[in-house]
């Protein structure tokens, strides 16, 4: 069904000036809460979140992707949000990321600074040392954020 809806919102949000983080399709008693999320270098606004609600709306309404009722939700994907794609890795480079990945038949986690992305792998310094941790391991991951944290100077 992603599919179905993909270039409708990649197309509102071309045309809006932001970028497409992650699509998610939530079954609700309701009905589907179709929750889109969107970046933008310096940060997404409310103004952006309302006129990509808007364009996608538009566009729903004229193609009638779901046959009843659904509920549309546009967001930023937050301080801490879900690392799914290559891309999503990229964009937290020099972020600290927490990730739970399999190693030697068991779940492990670990959090530091996202360094590198490569073809297989990503590598996090935690402290002094730097783990590579392959991408067919890994079962979740996302950004952390240290409320308080303050910057060394």
């Known amino acids: 069904m992603i599919e179905k809806i993909e270039a ?3 197309e509102a949000c071309t045309v809006n000036g932001v970028g497409l983080y992650d699509i998610e399709i939530k079954n609700a008693a309701k009905g589907p809460v179709i929750c889109v999320y969107i970046t933008k270098i310096g940060g997404v606004s409310v103004d ?6 808007r364009s996608i709306s538009q566009q729903f309404e004229e193609n009638e992707p779901f046959p009843d009722k659904y509920f549309l939700e546009v967001s930023s994907p937050g301080l801490e949000r879900t690392l799914k794609f290559k891309k ?21 986690s670990a959090e530091g600074t996202l360094l590198e992305v490569n073809q297989d792998n990503l590598v996090i310094a935690i402290g002094e040392e730097s783990l590579s941790i392959p991408f067919n391991t890994i079962k979740k991951a996302r950004t952390v954020y240290h409320f308080g944290k303050k910057e060394k100077s």
């Open 8 to 10: 409708t919102i990649k």
């Open 48 to 53: 952006d979140c309302a006129n990509v609600n």
């Open 88 to 108: 999503h890795y990229m964009s937290a480079i020099n972020e600290t990321i927490k990730v739970t990945y399999y190693s030697d038949g068991k779940s492990v």
